[in-house]
C-alpha cells in the first residue's frame, strides 16, 4: 500500500494567479499521476510524473498549463499556471506501487475554487 | 484510447436490497477492471478489482462479473446499508493510470 500526504487541501485562487499543489508518498513508488476531479464529474488523467524526465500530458493538456515537476522516487508537484473559474476543481495525485493493472491510491485532493 | 461508459448515473435503491452497476470497455486489450468508491469530500478507495482471467469476483457484499466477449463488468452490491452510499467508479486501465467511467451516484435509504 501507499500513504499520499497533498498539500493544500483546498485553496481559493485570484484568476490569473498559479498554484502548486505538493504530493509526497510514504515510499519510493516508479508510477505517480496526477488526475482532474471537475465538481460531480470522474476524475480525468492530466499526466504521468516521470522521475527524471519530464511529464507526460494527456490530449487536452499542456505543459505551460500544468507544469509538473518529479524530483525523486517521493515528491512532485503539480503547478496550475495563470488560472481561471475553469480550473475550479479538485486535482488528485494517485501512485501505483504494485506494478501494472495493480490498486492505484490516491492522495486525499485539492480542493482549487477559483475566483 | 480506452472508453469506459457507466451506467445508471444514479441509483436509489432500499436498505437490504441489491444495486447493480454496469460498466463497458472498448479496448478488448484491456485485462484488469477495478471499481472505485469515492464518499462525499473524501478520496477514491479501491473496493474490489477483476482480472480477465476469471469471470467473477466476490468479497462479502460486493461482486464484480466480467463478460469479455461483450466487453463489459458489473457490479453487485447485495444486502445494502444506508453506509454503502457513495459515488461508485469504474475504471480500466490506460498504460499504469486509470480511465475512469462516469460514475454512479449510489443513496441507499432505510
Known amino acids: 500500500s501507499a500513504v499520499i500526504s497533498q498539500k493544500p487541501s483546498r485553496d481559493i485562487c485570484q484568476r490569473g494567479t498559479s498554484l502548486t499543489i505538493q504530493c509526497q508518498v510514504d515510499s519510493q513508488v516508479t508510477m505517480m499521476f496526477w488526475y482532474r476531479q471537475q465538481p460531480g464529474q470522474s476524475l480525468t488523467l492530466i499526466a504521468t510524473a516521470n522521475q527524471g524526465s519530464e511529464a507526460t500530458y494527456e490530449s487536452g493538456f499542456v505543459i505551460d498549463k500544468f507544469p509538473i515537476s518529479r524530483p525523486n522516487l517521493t515528491f512532485s508537484t503539480l503547478t496550475v499556471s495563470n488560472m481561471s473559474p475553469e480550473d475550479s476543481s479538485i486535482y488528485l495525485c494517485s501512485v501505483v506501487v504494485g506494478g501494472l493493472n495493480t490498486e492505484a491510491f490516491f492522495g486525499q485532493g485539492t480542493r482549487l475554487t477559483v475566483v | 484510447g480506452e472508453n469506459v461508459e457507466q451506467h445508471p448515473s444514479t441509483l436509489s435503491v432500499q436498505e437490504g436490497d441489491s444495486a447493480v452497476i454496469k460498466c463497458t470497455y472498448s479496448d478488448s486489450a484491456s485485462n484488469y477492471f477495478p471499481w472505485y468508491k469515492q464518499e462525499l469530500g473524501k478520496r477514491p478507495q479501491l473496493i474490489i478489482d477483476?482480472?480477465?482471467?476469471?469471470g467473477e469476483k466476490k468479497d462479502q457484499r460486493i461482486a464484480v462479473t466480467l463478460n469479455k466477449t461483450a466487453k463489459h463488468f458489473s457490479l453487485h452490491i447485495t444486502e445494502t446499508q444506508p453506509e454503502d452510499s457513495a459515488v461508485y467508479f469504474c475504471a480500466a486501465p490506460s498504460g499504469y493510470a486509470l480511465n475512469f467511467g462516469k460514475g454512479t451516484s449510489l443513496l441507499v435509504t432505510p
Open positions: 477483476i482480472r480477465s482471467n476469471v
